[in-house]
């Protein structure tokens, strides 16, 4: 029991008890890109099939997405206080409020609920390059993780429509969709930084969470290792370093991952 090797650390453990099965272990080639990029089409395929087309059109004015950090405008009542059809749905320049006035939580008008909506996200080009990427960037890249990766995205977007945190904005749902990808990654591939990212900075600062502090100091050498340091994280490992490549991905859009960061973190 005292031997320091086989008990001293939880990551021998499991070599341990291995051992005592096989006795040659094996590695595997590395799964290649298009591999997972082809398991994780099939998911998302299989995952919205039958839903129907997603109401793409120009977006008005009215439409604007609403700021982020509590339930949008567009659900209060009046916006629309009639349930509309698909048919009708695919004819207008926006989508329906979710859910709208009349109608119990979590059924939206024309029977589009919180599952459907997000079904109906993955056929987005915006949204599934971003599931793409947050994928192969896994460190399992294994089926199971993918699955686990796309569970857990639905689960946190379909949670976000249940609370409200979805407005009628069609572009705006894209991003939300797309950045709830990126936040996902970061639970996925580091999990033992959730606390510590999810750490409120003190009253006054700027940036509310150590998470928010981060994406501010991402583009800059000294002051990320200040923030990092201040946060009790080490600025040379691994995952500090990918955590960084990931704040600073192009194409994402900052406040909205801090926004939904800050209710799950």
Known sequence: MDDPVSFGHLRHTGWRFMETNVDLPIRLPRIPDAAISNYLNELLNAGSAGQGAFPVAAETAETAAEPNGG?????????????????ELAGRSRIQPWPPPSTPAGVASGGLDGATLTGRMEDVPLVRDALTNAVLNLPGRNPRQTKAFINLWRFYMVLDYELGYMTNSITATRVHSAEMARLVEIMVRWPWLLD??????????????????????????????RV????????????????RELLQRRGGEPDTLIAIASRYL
């Open 228 to 243: 990092t340091i201040s946060a009790h994280m080490d600025v040379y490992d691994e995952s500090t370093v990918g955590l």
């Open 71 to 87: 339930p949008p405008a567009a659900r209060r009542a009046g916006s629309q206080s009639e349930a509309a059809g698909p048919a």
């Open 196 to 225: 510590a990212l999810g750490a409120r900075r003190p009253v006054g600062s700027d940036a509310k969470t150590v998470l928010a502090d981060l994406m501010r100091a991402s583009g800059d050498d000294e002051e990320w290792e």
